[in-house]
Nanobody, 116 residues
Framework: QVQLVESGGGLVQPGGSLRLSCAAS????????MGWHRQAPGKQRELVAHIISLGPTNYADSVKGRFTISRDNAKNTVTLQMNSLKPEDTAVYYCLVVTTKAITYWGQGTQVTVSS
């Protein structure tokens, strides 16, 4: 079992920045990949960014150049730095981990609202 605790959501104006963090505990030594997905009202959950244990990253086209994902393997944390935020980035953001046994765990979600 892996437990995830997210932090850092909130309200920000368009063009602003937010930083999301997620800490994994439990069987964290078995983590292969970490990442973030988001779900806006009335829409399906979608990939935002993933990072594999040795560093390769994958981003949704809509966030490339604006968001940066990073990972601290020693602390089992993953961070999403979000810059140049747009109203369409408004969503609940979910942290996830994928273990070496291909099991996915999800965080409880944190709300990000981009509005003036």
């Amino acid at each position: 079992q892996v437990q995830l605790v997210e932090s850092g959501g909130g309200l920000v104006q368009p063009g602003g920045s937010l930083r999301l963090s997620c800490a994994a505990s439990g069987s964290a030594s078995s983590i292969y990949a970490m990442g973030w997905h988001r779900q806006a009202p009335g829409k399906q959950r979608e990939l935002v960014a993933h990072i594999i244990s040795l560093g390769p990253t994958n981003y949704a086209d809509s966030v490339k150049g604006r968001f940066t994902i990073s990972r601290d393997n020693a602390k089992n944390t993953v961070t999403l730095q979000m810059n140049s935020l747009k109203p369409e980035d408004t969503a609940v953001y979910y942290c996830l981990v994928v273990t070496t046994k291909a099991i996915t765990y999800w965080g409880q979600g944190t709300q990000v609202t981009v509005s003036s």
